[in-house]
Nanobody, 125 residues
Framework: QVQLVESGGGLVQAGGSLRLSCAASGRTYSDYAMGWFRQPPGNDREFVAAFSWGGGNTYYADSVKGRFTISRDNAKNTVNLQMNSLKPEDTAVYYC??????????????????WGQGTQVTVSS
């Protein structure tokens, strides 16, 4: 079992920045690869960013590439999402998630075994 708790969401004006954090506990953190998803109002959950297994590579949705950065702090068992140049269309509930190394389709929500409770990000125009 892995427990994930997100923090850092809030209300920000367009063009602003927010930093989300995800604290992981439970089974060995390094047994899983981490990712971020979001669910805009009335829409399905969508991929935002993720690490490859081992953390050597990062992947981003086209809509956030160049604006968002995923990072990890292994000493603190946290995964972060730095979000810059935020747009109203970034408004969503943001979730961190963990997947086992056997799951290779990293952009699919169904590849992830554990999820946090989500944190709301609202970007005003």
């Amino acid at each position: 079992q892995v427990q994930l708790v997100e923090s850092g969401g809030g209300l920000v004006q367009a063009g602003g920045s927010l930093r989300l954090s995800c604290a992981a506990s439970g089974r060995t953190y390094s047994d899983y690869a981490m990712g971020w998803f979001r669910q805009p109002p009335g829409n399905d959950r969508e991929f935002v960013a993720a690490f490859s297994w081992g953390g050597g590579n990062t992947y981003y949705a086209d809509s956030v590439k160049g604006r968002f950065t995923i990072s990890r702090d292994n000493a603190k068992n946290t995964v972060n999402l730095q979000m810059n140049s935020l747009k109203p269309e970034d408004t969503a509930v943001y979730y961190c998630a963990a997947r086992s190394p056997s799951r290779t389709r990293i952009m699919l929500p169904t590849s992830y075994d554990y999820w946090g409770q989500g944190t709301q990000v609202t970007v005003s125009s």
